[in-house]
């Protein structure tokens, strides 16, 4: 059974820095890719980052490109998303999330969730 476990959100100033994990078992994800999104109060998950499988590639929405940089560590099954320069309208829930197949930008290639991770950003 594969189980996807977040931690690192909280609440931070403008411009401060977080670090998101997401611990992940029951696959390896050097197979098959992780990806983060993250969901706003009232709207539609949306993409944020996402490695390629044995880390190849990386991809970012524009909206966080340049400020969040996505990376893992093979040996603990685990990927990260470094967020800097934060902004408050990056306040949502973030999700990590395995990815099966199909667009890593898109949610429906990813099979398995996390419970998320609340980030909070006040200006």
């Known amino acids: 059974q594969v189980q996807l476990v977040e931690s690192g959100g909280g609440l931070v100033q403008a411009g401060g820095s977080l670090r998101l994990s997401c611990a992940a078992s029951?696959?390896?994800?050097?197979?098959?890719?992780m990806g983060w999104f993250r969901q706003a109060p009232g709207k539609e998950r949306e993409f944020v980052a996402a490695?390629?499988?044995?880390?190849?590639?990386?991809y970012y929405a524009d909206s966080v490109k340049g400020r969040f940089t996505i990376s893992t560590d093979s040996t603990k099954n685990t990927v990260y998303l470094q967020m800097d320069s934060l902004k408050p309208e990056d306040t949502a829930v973030y999700y990590c999330?395995?990815?099966?197949?199909?667009?890593?930008?898109?949610?429906?290639?990813?099979?398995?969730w996390g419970q998320g991770t609340q980030v909070t950003v006040s200006s």
């Open positions: 999330a395995t990815r099966y197949s199909g667009s890593y930008f898109s949610a429906m290639a990813y099979d398995y």
């Open positions: 029951g696959r390896t994800f050097s197979s098959y890719g």
């Open positions: 490695v390629s499988r044995v880390g190849r590639g990386t």
